[in-house]
């Protein structure tokens, strides 16, 4: 299979504070990393898509001033909860997908898990 | 708009007995699925893949798609207390640009 790393796996923060979370592909280039956001008890929701070397896209809603993405090479990507708020604790979950030999098409992989917390 | 429909249970079995998730999804084109399998406060993590009709065995579980009625499904034989988790359905296109779309799970009890 493909492994998806993630740094910190927790980190705890002062209100207005930035948090730089990392995602990175070991065994394998990625260059399309997704980043999800789930709340307690409730289902995967997707913020972005993360494409090498250009700009993120970001669902409907999520602030891309908020939640700044760079995936600056083919094993790295990072997003950055600037002036972080109570309200932006969550468990912060990353992918990236990846054709394994004998796949027909691209299989997503995700990282651990990233859990914020803003106090 | 691509949905992908699961009941989000609990779906509770008792342990041995055999535990059958569906999901239903509405574009025709979708050619790959996925079921992943998610611990409380985990990440989710691949169970299988299958992109052709008819039944994908692995170890305890079975993948089955059937595009014409536009299903699949995920069955686990002799469920044990550690499958229960919450299991997501995933699919997606082959070719062009990749767009997941999850469903939101179904979550599994296995009881003692």
């Known amino acids: 299979g493909a492994v998806v790393s993630q740094h910190p796996s927790w980190v705890i923060c002062k209100s207005g504070t930035s948090v730089k979370i990392e995602c990175r592909s070991l065994d394998f280039q990625a260059t399309t990393m997704f980043w999800y956001r789930q709340f307690p008890k409730q289902s995967l929701m997707l913020m972005a898509t993360?494409?090498?070397?250009?700009?993120?896209?970001?669902e409907q809603g999520v602030e891309k001033d908020k939640f700044l993405i760079n995936h600056a090479s083919l094993t790295l990507s990072t997003l950055t909860v600037t002036s972080a708020h109570p309200e932006d604790s969550s468990f912060y979950i990353c992918s990236a997908i990846t054709i394994l030999a004998g796949a027909n098409t691209d299989t997503q992989y995700f990282g651990p898990g990233t859990r914020l917390t803003v106090l | 708009q691509k949905e992908v429909e699961q009941n989000s249970g609990p779906l509770s079995v008792p342990e041995g007995a055999i535990a059958s998730l569906n999901c239903t999804y509405s574009d025709r084109v979708s050619q790959s699925f996925f079921w992943y399998r998610q611990y409380s406060g985990k990440s989710p993590e691949l169970i299988m893949s299958i992109y052709s009709n008819g039944d994908k065995e692995d170890g305890r579980f079975t993948a089955q798609l059937n595009k014409a009625s536009q299903y699949v499904s995920l069955l686990i034989r002799d469920s044990q207390p550690s499958d229960s988790a919450t299991y997501l359905c995933a699919v997606n296109i082959a070719g062009g640009s990749y767009i997941p779309t999850f469903g939101r799970g179904t979550s599994l009890i296995v009881h003692p």
């Open positions: 993360s494409n090498e070397g250009s700009k993120a896209t970001y």
